[in-house]
């Protein structure tokens, strides 16, 4: 070890910022052997106080104090949130001091901004956690395969909702019950509405897709459908037919150079990998066009494996004082490919009484259907999106949901 210490600040003493301390603690001799200095926790910043706390000592309550300690070189912003972490890592940023951060909606939001501000500074801003979790999935894509033209991800980006929709598949728990141990766990949000409404998979769709393409997705050209009208029958259904339903992310490169990127839930065909993830499990399907595709399946949430990956970031920049490694993604906007011009299956839950309309509308498919329900089930033949939605809001209430297929 060298005699330079490698003095560390945690911003946000919340689940992960309390994991980092954890695993920089728990792991200390691995963490200092390969950074090759020894690395410590120097300041906690938050805006409570934790009597009792074993690093009650290292918490500060002003960022300044942070600012000012030149022997400071690394944050962790684990706030969460834009408004201060934003003005937090910009200003580290700008004074040469790297920032490494779970923060998936600030690294969606400005990511490429924060990421030219570090390289003009000779200092770092990395992300491993704000995508997947525990999962080694932007250091794969930026670095493993670099050598790859990724055509493709498909992924389950999402711990909570796939926790939700396992639990309510397999042990027939409720939306609401299960929403509550997903949050007990510490795997959802704050707000549990940006898990299962979509937005948080949409950022980490989007940090993924600027990645695959080095140009800016932004969040807010992505489509997003939620979890919340997946009801238990729909889930019946799925079990039925052979599949699973999961909470899914799609982005893909397409020949003219746009970006195909959407967020909603899929019916899953049972033989895909993606179908056996389950629990609070994320995996990422990424299709490289020299690779094929290659499967990252790991823990997507909770507070080790998640502080797990911003503690391998921190070695990272301890790795390569005042130099930047090199990312991939610059500022220019992506073009971004219309939904409604994509072909799929779908599958359709509707009225029995109403089976021959339904029928009618989506020829050729394959119908699951019970004696004992008043609804039944189609598989629609391979459509493109914009045809199938016109036909299935023609059908008024005679179609009760509707699902994609993968
Ligand atoms: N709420 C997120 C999830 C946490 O459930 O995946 C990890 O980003």
Not at 35 to 46: Q, R, T
Not at 223 to 240: F, M, Q
Not at 313 to 342: I, Y
Request: charged fraction near 25%; glycine fraction near 10%; include cysteine.
């Amino acid at each position: 070890m060298g005699a330079e210490m490698i003095k560390i600040a945690v911003l946000g003493y919340g689940v992960v910022g309390s994991g980092v301390v954890e695993v920089i603690e728990r792991n200390h001799a691995e963490i200092s052997r390969k950074a090759g200095d020894e690395v410590s926790v120097k300041y906690i910043l938050d805006l409570r106080d934790f009597p009792g706390d074993p690093h009650e000592d290292k918490i500060v309550h002003d960022f300044d104090r942070i600012m000012e300690d030149d022997e400071v070189s690394v944050l962790c912003e684990v706030m969460g949130g834009v408004g201060p972490a934003y003005q937090y890592t910009k200003r580290a940023l700008s004074a040469g001091k790297s920032v490494c951060t779970s923060n998936k909606e600030l690294v969606a939001m400005h990511g490429a901004e924060l990421l030219a501000l570090a390289s003009a500074n000779h200092c770092n801003y990395m992300f491993e956690a704000s995508v997947g979790g525990g999962i080694p999935i932007i250091r794969a894509v930026n670095s493993a395969l670099t050598a790859e033209r990724i055509q493709a991800v498909t992924g389950i980006l999402n711990g909570t909702t796939n926790y939700i929709l396992t639990k309510m598949a397999k042990e027939g728990v409720d939306y609401c019950e299960a929403l509550k141990q997903a949050q007990a766990l510490g795997y959802a949000e704050r707000n549990p509405a940006a898990d299962v409404e979509g937005a948080d998979a949409c950022r980490k769709l989007a940090i993924l897709a600027s990645l695959m393409t080095g140009r800016n997705v932004s969040t807010d050209r992505i489509y997003v459908e939620g979890i919340t009208k997946v009801s238990r029958e729909d889930l019946e259904y799925a079990r039925i037919a052979e599949m699973a339903v999961k909470p899914l992310v799609l982005g893909s490169v397409r020949e003219d150079g746009s970006v195909l990127a959407m967020v909603a839930p899929f019916m899953v065909p049972l033989d895909h990998p993606l179908a056996r993830v389950d629990d609070v499990f994320n995996g990422v399907l990424v299709t490289g066009n020299m690779l094929g595709d290659a499967m990252f399946y790991g823990r997507g949430a909770g507070k080790l494996p998640t502080a797990s990956a911003v503690a391998a970031d921190v070695v990272d920049c301890a790795k390569h004082p005042g130099k930047t490694v090199w990312c991939f993604w610059n500022q220019e906007e992506a073009q971004v490919a219309d939904v409604a011009d994509t072909q799929r299956r779908f599958f359709v839950r509707a009225r029995a009484a109403q089976r021959e309309a339904v029928e009618k509308a989506f020829p050729g498919g394959q119908v699951f259907f019970r004696e004992d329900r008043e609804d039944f089930g189609l598989l629609t033949r391979t459509m493109v999106e914009r045809e199938f939605e016109a036909g299935y809001k023609g059908l008024g209430d005679a179609v009760l949901s509707r699902l994609r297929v993968l």
